[in-house]
């Protein structure tokens, strides 16, 4: 176990509305990723906080946007669901931003 | 925009066999991480290389850096059935960590 967890781990959504995936951060660690994957694929990079500021952000659409808490855990939201975001949604957690990453088993959302 | 690249895309090898995945990328990297996810499973880190030329080792799995920080290789000798699983690099571009495709490993008994 690497001690960040994801809620929910599965998630079914119509096209056009908006969800709020969470993730808990190992403790200790002040810099968490975002990514997702679709089937197959690699994972691709959404955005990074550290310390509660955007450090980093991957070729994604604004409608994707994140929080990260005081207490380091953090929030990815998305607006204006379309089928193509359907993907495994993974947060991963580092002590630093130039470290290992450590991953949560992910929420699988499903856009209808 | 940065691209990593992976061949093979799929490797199936029998049991005992080696095994090796080769990491490209388009533009120099600042560092170099891989990862192997189990169907069904997450990505579990594996090893960062942060010098040109640098190689090291985990029990079975040997990770390379290349000179220029452009590519990487992991080679995992005498594979076993616990090795089955996609084995991502992972290029870190300022503050972005660019994943390739992956090789996907099975491994027969």
């Known amino acids: 176990e690497t001690g960040v967890t994801q809620s929910p781990t599965h998630l079914i959504k119509t096209r056009g509305q908006q969800v709020t995936l969470r993730c808990s951060s190992q403790?200790?660690?002040?810099?968490v990723s975002w990514y997702q994957q679709a089937l197959g694929q690699g994972p691709q990079f959404i955005f990074q906080y550290y310390r509660e500021e955007e450090n980093g952000r991957g070729n994604f659409p604004p409608r994707f946007s994140g929080l990260q808490f005081p207490n380091y855990s953090s929030e990815l939201n998305v607006n204006a669901l379309e089928l193509d975001d359907s993907a495994l949604y993974l947060c991963a957690s580092s002590p630093t931003s130039n470290t290992e990453a450590f991953f949560g088993q992910g929420t699988r959302l499903t856009v209808v | 925009g940065q691209q990593v690249m992976q061949i093979p895309q799929y490797q199936h090898v029998q049991e005992g066999e080696d095994f090796t995945t080769y990491c490209n990328s388009s533009t120099t990297l600042s560092n170099i991480q891989w990862y192997k996810q189990r169907p069904g499973g997450h990505p579990v880190f594996l090893i960062q290389?942060?010098?040109?030329?640098e190689v090291k080792k985990q029990k079975r799995l040997t990770f390379q850096f290349g000179e220029a920080k452009k590519n990487s290789s992991l080679h995992i000798t005498a594979t076993q059935t616990t090795d089955v699983g996609t084995y991502f690099c992972?290029?870190?571009?300022?503050?972005?960590?660019?994943f390739g495709p992956g090789t996907r490993l099975s491994v027969l008994p």
């Open positions: 290389l942060v010098k040109s030329g």
């Open positions: 403790s200790g660690h002040n810099t």
């Open positions: 992972a290029g870190r571009y300022g503050q972005n960590f660019v």
